[in-house]
Structure formats: structure tokens, C-alpha cells
């Protein structure tokens, strides 16, 4: 069986993966149709804007105008070689994920699908079992369903918000589960991106040591759980990197030297070893709860990744605690968060740990002011349930603060200067929780997992050594 090149693409879902999924297929010579039913998202993209922030996305998007519409009409899927799902699955009540979306999704690819070779892909993270759940929905919905033309292909996606452009041109591994000749097709139509032969957009250079990306061929089922346990393992890493770092601060240790130390080990690697408030965002917390909700189903317990949201959560307050520690009391205080967005460079507040910490501040009756470079005004739209002022620039953050919260580690905050604008506190109090600050500063100074800035030197002797 043969794609036809370039591919006719309907990618269903405007968010992050939708967006970037179009941007990456179309960027690779495929015609793609973008499909959302929120409207007001679909006229954004008509008129060149894009409704997320993601760096680079929109210049790739507008560099390959002329290879994407975007539309609600479902109808376009009838033309479509090849259709993602890119929709939503937010947890549920028990931490199950919701499947709705997927749901109306399939039934809407059902009635448009035709009477040639489809293949249909799912990309959401969804729970195992549900490549197979799409293929009964497409069945019951689609008259002239026909195992041998209609495959359903489990491709999840691997992108983290803020570098979404580079993990999708330069993958680790395209991960692709389902019948053999449907993964055949699906090596057709990403073979650029296998072979690496398109053209690197000046947004997102191809770095000088990538060659290509392994792709990993598997049954639906299998395809499914890679992606949980890749999100489960890489959430787990953090909490254990979180949870050493609170023995530290006991022990008279320095959680970024011991991360240093054991990540030289090749076995561990460097990564995602960062202590600090936890992970937040729309997956981890998603998809270590949708695993243990998945054992839950099989009356198979889960402890390790239990443990590994606990500790996360846990985080959240050993930031709280560090800042009663110094002010006592909160009550009347003014406290300044800084950065709302769950990491840097994205405006996503899923999730978020600041979300929470307003939460606490609110409880103990601080008078919490919190800045963001990008997410003020989402978070203007999504936390209008918080209590908080909105500072319009950092300088009215550190006014008259009683205490500063670090709470997201952007460019900005690490450029900041600091001393010049702690003289215009009440009180000169940084609780750094993503131990930003790396030299001395007028301030006392909070970090997590050691005792305070060591500045570069200390960095420096670990790396030589
Ligand atoms: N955001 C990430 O970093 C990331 C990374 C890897 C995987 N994922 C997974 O990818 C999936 C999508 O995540 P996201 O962050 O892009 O979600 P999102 O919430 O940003 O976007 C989902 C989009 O789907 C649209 N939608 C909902 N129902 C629809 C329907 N029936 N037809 C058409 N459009 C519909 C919504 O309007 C929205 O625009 C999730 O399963 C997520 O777990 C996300």
C-alpha cells in the first residue's frame, strides 16, 4: 500500500500537540486541514493568530500558509489520506481520564470517513485500550467501516510546551502502534521527518549532534503505555530529586551537587533531577494519576507513582512552610509570586503550582500580588476564582513586598536586578523555589534542598572535577 505525497492531513484539536502536529506536517510537505470546534479559535488562525504561546509556533504556522486551512466543518476529513486526534483528556473526578472529547471526536471522523484507504491516529494520551475502544466507535458509526481501508494507529506525542517546535522536528523516537501496514504508511508519511531531508525552519535549527529519530514499531496497546510510563518516569525522577533534596536541607547537603553528582552516571542521566516546587502542567499530574487509576481497574496497586504525586504535592506546602518560617505570620502580608505558568516559555496554567500556592497564601489571609511575562491575561480569564492583585510589571511586585515567591523560573526573573529592586520591599525575603539565584544577594535567601546561593565557583569545581 502506497500514501499518496504529499498527504492530504486533517489534524482534529487546536491546542498544543493540534497546533504543532499541523505546523510539523505541513512544514514537511503535507497539506493539512486544522479542525476545532471552538470557533473563536479557528477565525484566530484564519486571521494568522495563533491562540497559544508556544516560541516559534506562529512564524512556522505563517510560513506554511498556503499548506493549512483551518475550519470546524468536519467535512474535510472525506479528502483526508491521514487524521489525527489531537483533543483534550483532562482528568476526571477519580483521576481517570475523560474521554469525552476523543469520544465525539471518532463519531465525528465516523460519519465523514470514505470509501478509500483512512488511516486514523490517535495522538492524545489516552488510556490503553482505547485505540481498540476508536476502532468500535468508528464501526458503529461509519456504514462502510472496512477493517482492510480504516486503521486506527496509536502515535502519541512526545512534546513539552516552550521547546514544542524542536522536540517535534528533532524526536527522540516516533513511537507508531497498530497493524503493520498501517505503520508502513505512517513511515511514508513522516519519512521526511525520518530521514531529516526537509529544510530546518530558521525557528527551530536542527542541532548539530541530531541525526535521526529511532521510530519504535508496536501493537496499539504497547504504543499506549509508552507514553504513560515515559510521562510516569520522568515525573518520578523529579519527585525523587525532591524528595533527597528535603534529607538535604537536613543533612547539610546541596541537592544541585548531589543531582550533579549522580547524574554523571550515565545509567541516570542529568535530566529532570531538578528539585525544586514539583511539576505541574497539563500531563504529569494527568497521566501518573491515569496509570494508577488504569491498575486500579486491574486491582493492581501502584505505590512508586502514588508516592511520586504525593511528594510532588508535598512541595507545594514545604515552599509555604519555608515562608512562614521567616514571616511567622502571613496575615496582612504582602506576598509576591513570580511567574503563574507552570514552566517557562508557555502560557499553560494547568496544573500550575502557583495556582495552589495562592490557594495557601489566601487561607493564612496573606495579600498575594503575582506577575507573569506571558500568562496574566489567561490567568486573568482561568483564575478569576483566586484571590490575587495582578502586578503589570515585576518592579510593582517587589513593592512594598513582605516576602517574593519564585515560583517559575523564567529569563526574566533570572535576569532581573535584584538588588535594586529589593530596596523598594518592606522586607528583603526570597523564597527561590527553582534555586535560581546564584550569587549573593541584599536579601535573605530561601532555596530548596540547600542552604543558600553558593554563586557560580562551587558549580564550576563540581563540573571540573
Ligand atoms: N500539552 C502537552 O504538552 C502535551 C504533550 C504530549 C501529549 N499531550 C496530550 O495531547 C492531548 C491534547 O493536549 P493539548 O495540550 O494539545 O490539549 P488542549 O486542551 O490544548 O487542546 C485540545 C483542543 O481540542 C479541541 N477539541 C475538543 N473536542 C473536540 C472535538 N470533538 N473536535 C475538534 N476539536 C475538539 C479543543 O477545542 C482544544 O482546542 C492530550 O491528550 C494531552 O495529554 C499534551
Not at 502580608?333 to 502560557?347: H, Q
Not at 500568562?375 to 517587589?398: C, D, G, I, K, Q
Amino acid at each position: 500500500m502506497h500514501l499518496n505525497h504529499p498527504a492530504n492531513v486533517a489534524v482534529i484539536g487546536r491546542g498544543y500537540v493540534g497546533l504543532g502536529t499541523a505546523g510539523l506536517l505541513a512544514h514537511i510537505g503535507h497539506t493539512v486541514t486544522g479542525i476545532d470546534i471552538d470557533e473563536e479559535k479557528i477565525a484566530m488562525l484564519r486571521q494568522g493568530h495563533v491562540p497559544i504561546h508556544e516560541p516559534g509556533l506562529d512564524d512556522l504556522l505563517a510560513s506554511q500558509v498556503e499548506r493549512l486551512t483551518w475550519t470546524t466543518d468536519y467535512s474535510a476529513v472525506r479528502d483526508a489520506d491521514v487524521i489525527f486526534i489531537c483533543v483534550g483528556t483532562p482528568p476526571g473526578l477519580d483521576g481517570t481520564p475523560d474521554l469525552q472529547y476523543v469520544v465525539s471526536a471518532a463519531a465525528s471522523i465516523a460519519r465523514h470517513l470514505n470509501s478509500h484507504s483512512q488511516i486514523i491516529v490517535n495522538k492524545s494520551t489516552v488510556p490503553i485500550g482505547t485505540g481498540d475502544y476508536v476502532q468500535r466507535l468508528l464501526e458503529d458509526h461509519t456504514p462502510s467501516f472496512d477493517p482492510s481501508r480504516h486503521f486506527v494507529v496509536s502515535n502519541p506525542e512526545f512534546l513539552r510546551e516552550g521547546t514544542a517546535l524542536g522536540d517535534s522536528l528533532y524526536p527522540d523516537r516516533i513511537v507508531l502502534g497498530g497493524q503493520p501496514q498501517a505503520l508502513d504508511l505512517m513511515t511514508q508519511l513522516y519519512a521526511p521527518l525520518i530521514d531529516q531531508s526537509f529544510t530546518a525552519p530558521t525557528v527551530a535549527p536542527r542541532p548539530e549532534w541530531f541525526t535521526r529519530p529511532a521510530v519504535v514499531k508496536t501493537s496499539l496497546q504497547s504504543a499506549e503505555m509508552i507514553k504513560y510510563a515515559a510521562n510516569a518516569f520522568l515525573a518520578l525522577k523529579i519527585s525523587f530529586a525532591n524528595e533527597i533534596s528535603g534529607l538535604c536541607e537536613r543533612v547539610g547537603a546541596d541537592i544541585e551537587e548531589v543531582a550533579a553528582g549522580i547524574g554523571m552516571d550515565q545509567r541516570i542521566g542529568q535530566r529532570f533531577l531538578q528539585a525544586g516546587l514539583g511539576w505541574g502542567g497539563s500531563c504529569f499530574g494527568k497521566d501518573t494519576q491515569g496509570l494508577i487509576s488504569a491498575g486500579r481497574e486491574h486491582q493492581y496497586d501502584m505505590p512508586i507513582l502514588q508516592a511520586a504525586i504525593d511528594v510532588n504535592y508535598r512541595q507545594r506546602r514545604v515552599v509555604i512552610d519555608k515562608l512562614l518560617r521567616h514571616l511567622k505570620t502571613v496575615k496582612g502580608k504582602r506576598v509576591s509570586i513570580l511567574g503563574m505558568a507552570f514552566k517557562p516559555n508557555t502560557d499553560d496554567l494547568r496544573d500550575a503550582p502557583t495556582h495552589d500556592l495562592i490557594v495557601q497564601l489566601n487561607r493564612l489571609g496573606a495579600s498575594v500580588t503575582a506577575h507573569d511575562p506571558i500568562a496574566m491575561n489567561r490567568a486573568a480569564r482561568e483564575w478569576s476564582h483566586l484571590s490575587y492583585t495582578p502586578a503589570a510589571t515585576v518592579e510593582e511586585a517587589f513593592e512594598r513586598a513582605d516576602a517574593i515567591i519564585l515560583a517559575t523560573e523564567w529569563d526574566e526573573y533570572i535576569n532581573l536586578d535584584w538588588n535594586t529592586l529589593l530596596a523598594t520591599t518592606r522586607r528583603p525575603l526570597v523564597i527561590d523555589a527553582r534555586n535560581i539565584i546564584r550569587r549573593p544577594i541584599n536579601a535573605q535567601v530561601e532555596q530548596v534542598g540547600r542552604d543558600a546561593p553558593r554563586g557560580e565557583r562551587r558549580r564550576a569545581d563540581v563540573e571540573r572535577s
